[in-house]
Each structure stands twice: as structure tokens, then as C-alpha cells.
């Protein structure tokens, strides 16, 4: 297993190192070219990947290392996805699983979910449903929260709503997206690219400035209410920590 990797944080000159330990997921998956799309975004959303291509590589990787979370293809050259769940669930492991599979049939939903998967995403699909999918399994395995909360300001992640003390505050989806990506990261420059990668599914036409359009209405309506959005110059965006809030 690789070393937690160290980030410097601080300001001032008054900094300090801490120590993060990156979730880390197995994605199986014998489509290269699929693979390296859904690998290359879940890495750009800071979460450690390895890769497997057939049924007995996820096998072995499985039984020998430790996982937050497994995406596994059904169709896979050797062991199928379904036996490679099976032999998961046999050793009694509740790691989360997200099956993935071309096939559309109801009953084959049904197999997966019976054979122990969590969740079940057909192809093709967007990255964006992907990584909600992935943030949902995660936060469900570590019973996190549903909500996020950032002083008096309250996202419900499952309703996909925004509250200030209570009060509805109006976000359209994307909007949404931006600011749930933002807190999540809280205390961390969020970059452009990663917004880009976060909102946008294969072959989307996004405009050059699209991510200043979104992050100025979330500013309108967001900074009188006290949730300031910093911009770092050729970075990103920003959203600070509120006090107590742990790191």
C-alpha cells in the first residue's frame, strides 16, 4: 500500500504538513479506453485508483487489499463480475460494490443486487451520475451524513436542496453541483478542470468561461448570506473552513 501523501497548508508563513490518506477505489473493467476515462476522473477527484481487466485480477486484488470502494464490470474475461461479487460476499466483506454492465434487462439488475452489489449503473452513462454514485456508496459506508454544512448554510446531498438557517435558497442543478464540489473541499483550492470534469459527461460542449458563469450566481446569491467563494488566481476557487470545522 502506498504512503499517505503530505499537503502543506497555512498562510502567512505559518505553515504546517498533514498527513491524508486518499480513498481508494478498485475500478475492474476490461474496456480500455472506458477504463481510462472513469480512472483518469475519479483520479482528478483526488480518490487513489487501481485497475483490474479481468474477473481473476479483481479477485486477487480484492482478497489481498484494502478498498473503500469496488466498481465492477459483469462482463469481465474469466471470473464474471457476479462470481468475483460472490466470492467478495463469501469472505464477508461489506466493502461497497457499484456494478457496471451493458445489459439492461430487469432481471439482470435483480442478479446484481441480489449477489450483494449496492448499486447498479447500465452503460452508457455520464461521468457526473458515475461520481455522484461514487459519493453517495462512500459516504453510505462510512455513514456519513447526507448534508453538508457550512456555518448557517445546509446542503441535503440526497434531495439535492440548499438551505440558509432553515430557509430554501433556489440553485439550479448545476449550481448546485459547484457549490456541493466546493464544500466538500472545504480549506481547498478546487481547479477549473476538476469543476470541468465533476459537471460534464463525454463529448459535452463546455464553454470557455462556463465555470466563472456558475461560480458568479452562486455568488449573487450566496455571499449576503456570509458563504464567500475566494478565487485564487490561476488555481481555482476556494471556499474557507468555518471554525470548528474539522480538516
Not at 477549473?192 to 455568488?219: C, F, P, Q, S
Request: aromatic share 4%; with cysteine.
Amino acid at each position: 500500500m502506498p504512503r499517505p501523501a503530505l499537503a502543506e497548508v497555512g498562510e502567512g508563513g505559518n505553515s504546517y504538513r498533514v498527513s491524508i490518506e486518499p480513498v481508494r477505489i478498485l475500478l475492474v473493467e476490461d474496456d480500455k479506453l472506458l477504463a481510462d476515462a472513469v480512472g483518469r476522473a475519479l483520479t482528478q477527484s483526488t480518490y487513489a485508483v487501481d485497475v483490474a481487466t479481468t474477473g481473476d485480477e479483481a479477485d486477487a486484488a480484492l482478497s489481498h487489499q484494502v478498498y473503500d470502494l469496488a466498481i465492477l464490470d459483469i462482463g469481465l474475461p474469466g471470473l464474471s463480475g457476479l462470481e468475483v461479487l460472490h466470492r467478495l460476499r463469501n469472505r464477508r466483506s461489506q466493502l461497497p460494490v457499484l456494478m457496471l454492465t451493458a445489459m439492461d434487462a430487469l432481471s439482470d439488475r435483480v442478479q446484481g443486487l441480489d449477489a450483494g452489489a449496492d448499486d447498479y449503473l447500465t452503460k452508457p452513462f455520464d461521468l457526473p451520475e458515475l461520481e455522484a454514485r461514487v459519493r453517495a456508496l462512500l459516504r453510505r459506508g462510512t455513514g456519513a451524513s447526507p448534508s453538508l454544512v457550512h456555518g448557517q448554510l445546509s446542503l441535503d446531498t440526497s434531495a439535492r436542496r440548499v438551505y440558509f438557517e432553515g430557509q430554501a435558497v433556489e440553485l439550479s442543478a448545476r449550481e448546485f453541483a459547484v457549490l456541493e464540489l466546493l464544500l466538500m473541499r472545504a480549506g481547498r483550492v478546487v481547479s477549473k478542470e476538476h469543476m470541468v470534469n465533476h459537471l460534464y459527461g463525454w463529448g459535452d460542449e463546455v464553454g470557455a468561461n462556463a465555470i466563472e458563469v456558475y461560480v458568479h450566481r452562486i455568488r449573487k446569491k450566496l455571499e449576503p448570506l456570509g458563504c464567500e467563494i475566494r478565487t485564487v488566481r490561476g488555481m481555482g476557487y476556494l471556499v474557507e473552513r468555518t471554525v470548528g470545522e474539522s480538516a
